[in-house]
C-alpha cells in the first residue's frame, strides 16, 4: 500500500496580514498531482486542517474541493482535527462525504478507522487521534498537579487510547496510526503557536506504541523523525508560516508498506509557496536599496534587520514598503541605541522617551513625528518576539 501523508495545512492563515489563499490553492493543485503521479492508495492528513476554529467561508470551500479531488477514483483520505480546528466544523459534513472515502474525525474516539485501497486490496487499519486537549478528551487529568505530574498524566491517558484504537491490529492488514500532537524530542517552530507545545503537554514516544507500523504526525511545522516503536514522522507544514521556519524545505511524506513489513518512505519536496528570508544589512539603506535593484529574493516574504547610524523617518519606512510589497518586518538595529538600550533597566527610562532624545540628537533637535514614535515601539515589540538564533520557540 502506498501512503500519501501530509499535515498543518492552516487554509486561512496569513502572514502579517498578507494574504496565503493562493499558495494554499497551488499547494492542492501540487499534491493532487503527486497523489494522482506516485498512484497513491490512501491519504492521512495529520489535523490543523485550518489555521481557527471560525475559518473564511474561501478556506472551507478550498478544503472540501481538495478532499473532492483528492479522493476522485475511490482513493480514502483520512483527516483528524488539530489543536487550531473546531473539532464539530472539521467532521459535521461526515454524513454527506463518508461513502466517497473520506473520513473525518474531530473528537478523540475508541472507534479505529477501516479503509480498503481500491488499487491493491488491502485493507488499512487507522489508529486515529484528534488533538487530545483536557476538554476534548471530557477529563481533567492532574487536579493541582505541577507540569511534571500532569505530563506523565497526560502521556499515560494518550497510551491508553492508542493501545484501545489498535485493539484491531491484524498481521494481514496494514496498521497505521495518526494524532495531531506534540512528542517529547520533536524540534518546534513559533508558528506552532500558542496552545501547549511542549511543556505539560508533551507525550513520551512510548505512548504512541500501539502496533502501528507507520505513525503519522501532525503539530510541528518541520518535517522530521522522531524515535519510538515503527516508525513516527511529522510531515511538517506545506508552507513556511513564519520566519522561524525561513529555508526550510516543505514536503509531504510517501510512505511503502505491506502488512507485517517494514516501511520505507520518501519525502516529496515542494515547489509551491513564497518562501521566506531573512535579510541582514551592515550596509545602511543604499546597502538594501541595491538588493532589491538585483532582484535578490524577488518573490520573497522579507524579514529585514538594518544597521544604521542615523535614525530612519517615516518617510524612509514607507519608501522600503513601496519598494518590495514583499517586506513585512523593518527592524532598525541603531549602534548607539542598542548601548543606551542596555541602560533602560538601570536608568528606568521609557523606552519611546529614550528614542526621542535619540532622535532629537541624530537630528540637531528635530521633534519626531507621534506616529514614528509608535512605530519604534511597534518594532521594538517585533524585535522582543523574535527567537534567538537557533532557537525556536
Given at each position: 500500500?502506498?501512503?500519501?501523508?501530509?499535515?498543518?495545512?492552516?487554509?486561512?492563515?496569513?502572514?502579517?496580514?498578507?494574504?496565503?489563499?493562493?499558495?494554499?490553492?497551488?499547494?492542492?493543485?501540487?499534491?493532487?498531482?503527486?497523489?494522482?503521479?506516485?498512484?497513491?492508495?490512501?491519504?492521512?492528513?495529520?489535523?490543523?486542517?485550518?489555521?481557527?476554529?471560525?475559518?473564511?467561508?474561501?478556506?472551507?470551500?478550498?478544503?472540501?474541493?481538495?478532499?473532492?479531488?483528492?479522493?476522485?477514483?475511490?482513493?480514502?483520505?483520512?483527516?483528524?482535527?488539530?489543536?487550531?480546528?473546531?473539532?464539530?466544523?472539521?467532521?459535521?459534513?461526515?454524513?454527506?462525504?463518508?461513502?466517497?472515502?473520506?473520513?473525518?474525525?474531530?473528537?478523540?474516539?475508541?472507534?479505529?478507522?477501516?479503509?480498503?485501497?481500491?488499487?491493491?486490496?488491502?485493507?488499512?487499519?487507522?489508529?486515529?487521534?484528534?488533538?487530545?486537549?483536557?476538554?476534548?478528551?471530557?477529563?481533567?487529568?492532574?487536579?493541582?498537579?505541577?507540569?511534571?505530574?500532569?505530563?506523565?498524566?497526560?502521556?499515560?491517558?494518550?497510551?491508553?487510547?492508542?493501545?484501545?484504537?489498535?485493539?484491531?491490529?491484524?498481521?494481514?492488514?496494514?496498521?497505521?496510526?495518526?494524532?495531531?500532537?506534540?512528542?517529547?524530542?520533536?524540534?518546534?517552530?513559533?508558528?506552532?503557536?500558542?496552545?501547549?507545545?511542549?511543556?505539560?503537554?508533551?507525550?513520551?514516544?512510548?505512548?504512541?506504541?500501539?502496533?502501528?507500523?507507520?505513525?503519522?504526525?501532525?503539530?510541528?511545522?518541520?518535517?522530521?523523525?522522531?524515535?519510538?516503536?515503527?516508525?513516527?514522522?511529522?510531515?511538517?507544514?506545506?508552507?513556511?508560516?513564519?520566519?522561524?521556519?525561513?529555508?526550510?524545505?516543505?514536503?509531504?511524506?510517501?510512505?511503502?508498506?505491506?502488512?507485517?513489513?517494514?516501511?520505507?518512505?520518501?519525502?516529496?519536496?515542494?515547489?509551491?509557496?513564497?518562501?521566506?528570508?531573512?535579510?541582514?544589512?551592515?550596509?545602511?539603506?543604499?546597502?538594501?536599496?541595491?538588493?532589491?535593484?538585483?532582484?535578490?529574493?524577488?518573490?520573497?516574504?522579507?524579514?529585514?534587520?538594518?544597521?544604521?547610524?542615523?535614525?530612519?523617518?517615516?518617510?524612509?519606512?514607507?519608501?522600503?514598503?513601496?519598494?518590495?510589497?514583499?517586506?513585512?518586518?523593518?527592524?532598525?538595529?541603531?549602534?548607539?541605541?542598542?548601548?543606551?538600550?542596555?541602560q533602560i533597566s538601570r536608568s528606568r527610562m521609557p523606552v519611546q522617551e529614550l528614542f526621542r532624545k535619540f532622535y532629537q540628537r541624530q537630528t540637531g533637535g528635530a521633534e519626531p513625528e507621534d506616529s514614528l514614535i509608535e512605530l519604534f515601539l511597534q518594532l521594538t515589540e517585533e524585535e522582543r518576539r523574535q527567537p534567538e538564533e537557533g532557537e525556536e520557540n
Amino acid at each position: 500500500m502506498r501512503i500519501l501523508h501530509t499535515g498543518d495545512w492552516h487554509l486561512g492563515r496569513t502572514l502579517e496580514g498578507r494574504s496565503r489563499q493562493k499558495e494554499q490553492e497551488q499547494f492542492i493543485d501540487e499534491l493532487v498531482e503527486i497523489a494522482d503521479f506516485h498512484k497513491v492508495d490512501l491519504i492521512m492528513m495529520g489535523g490543523d486542517v485550518y489555521d481557527s476554529v471560525n475559518p473564511p467561508a474561501a478556506s472551507e470551500q478550498l478544503f472540501y474541493e481538495a478532499a473532492a479531488r483528492l479522493t476522485s477514483g475511490g482513493r480514502p483520505l483520512v483527516v483528524i482535527a488539530g489543536n487550531h480546528d473546531q473539532p464539530e466544523r472539521v467532521s459535521s459534513v461526515s454524513p454527506l462525504v463518508l461513502r466517497q472515502g473520506i473520513t473525518l474525525v474531530g473528537l478523540p474516539t475508541s472507534e479505529p478507522v477501516t479503509v480498503h485501497a481500491a488499487r491493491t486490496g488491502e485493507i488499512a487499519k487507522i489508529a486515529a487521534l484528534p488533538y487530545p486537549s483536557e476538554a476534548r478528551l471530557g477529563e481533567l487529568l492532574a487536579g493541582d498537579s505541577g507540569e511534571e505530574e500532569l505530563r506523565l498524566a497526560y502521556s499515560a491517558r494518550v497510551g491508553k487510547l492508542m493501545q484501545l484504537l489498535g485493539r484491531e491490529f491484524t498481521p494481514q492488514t496494514v496498521n497505521l496510526a495518526m494524532s495531531h500532537i506534540y512528542v517529547l524530542g520533536g524540534v518546534e517552530s513559533d508558528s506552532e503557536r500558542p496552545i501547549q507545545v511542549g511543556g505539560a503537554y508533551t507525550v513520551d514516544p512510548s505512548a504512541l506504541s500501539c502496533g502501528a507500523q507507520y505513525t503519522a504526525l501532525g503539530h510541528l511545522h518541520r518535517a522530521q523523525r522522531v524515535k519510538g516503536e515503527g516508525m513516527i514522522r511529522y510531515s511538517g507544514s506545506p508552507l513556511a508560516y513564519s520566519f522561524s521556519e525561513a529555508g526550510q524545505a516543505k514536503s509531504v511524506t510517501l510512505i511503502d508498506l505491506a502488512p507485517g513489513g517494514e516501511p520505507t518512505f520518501e519525502e516529496i519536496y515542494l515547489r509551491c509557496g513564497r518562501p521566506l528570508v531573512r535579510w541582514s544589512s551592515t550596509g545602511g539603506l543604499q546597502e538594501v536599496y541595491n538588493w532589491l535593484d538585483e532582484g535578490r529574493d524577488a518573490s520573497a516574504f522579507i524579514d529585514l534587520e538594518i544597521r544604521l547610524s542615523e535614525a530612519m523617518s517615516m518617510n524612509d519606512i514607507q519608501r522600503l514598503r513601496k519598494s518590495r510589497e514583499g517586506i513585512i518586518h523593518i527592524r532598525p538595529i541603531y549602534p548607539q541605541m542598542e548601548m543606551e538600550l542596555e541602560q533602560i533597566s538601570r536608568s528606568r527610562m521609557p523606552v519611546q522617551e529614550l528614542f526621542r532624545k535619540f532622535y532629537q540628537r541624530q537630528t540637531g533637535g528635530a521633534e519626531p513625528e507621534d506616529s514614528l514614535i509608535e512605530l519604534f515601539l511597534q518594532l521594538t515589540e517585533e524585535e522582543r518576539r523574535q527567537p534567538e538564533e537557533g532557537e525556536e520557540n
